[in-house]
């Protein structure tokens, strides 16, 4: 199994950036892909990033390409989504989540999950 704990969360205004980190503990990180979703009150999880297990690959949300770039350091067992020119639409809970299987934007795809930090961008 694998433990993911976000953090890195909090309040900024619109216009801002912020970083959140992922770490995992268990089993070998560099055996997961990882991804980070999202999810605002009443809508569903979303997609946001993913990246491979190496982190040569990355997949993006066409709204978010551009301004979250995600990433990861395999020898920290950590994943990373820097996040700039945020905007208001852009407040939910950030999850990340991992997959043994390849990389990918399907909820499906991912066998572990964090409990999520908030995000707030005021306008």
Do not use: H
């Amino acid at each position: 199994q694998v433990q993911l704990v976000e953090s890195g969360g909090g309040l900024v205004q619109a216009g801002g950036s912020l970083s959140l980190s992922c770490a995992a503990s268990g089993r070998p990180f560099s055996s997961y892909s990882m991804g980070w979703f999202r999810q605002a009150p009443g809508k569903e999880r979303e997609f946001v990033a993913a990246i491979s297990r190496s982190g040569g690959g990355t997949n993006y949300a066409d709204p978010d390409k551009g301004r979250f770039t995600i990433s990861r350091d395999n020898a920290k067992s950590t994943v990373y989504l820097q996040m700039n020119t945020l905007k208001p639409e852009d407040t939910a809970v950030y999850y990340c989540a991992a997959s043994r299987s390849s990389y990918c934007s399907n909820y499906g795809c991912y066998d572990y999950w964090g409990r999520g930090t908030q995000v707030t961008v005021s306008s």
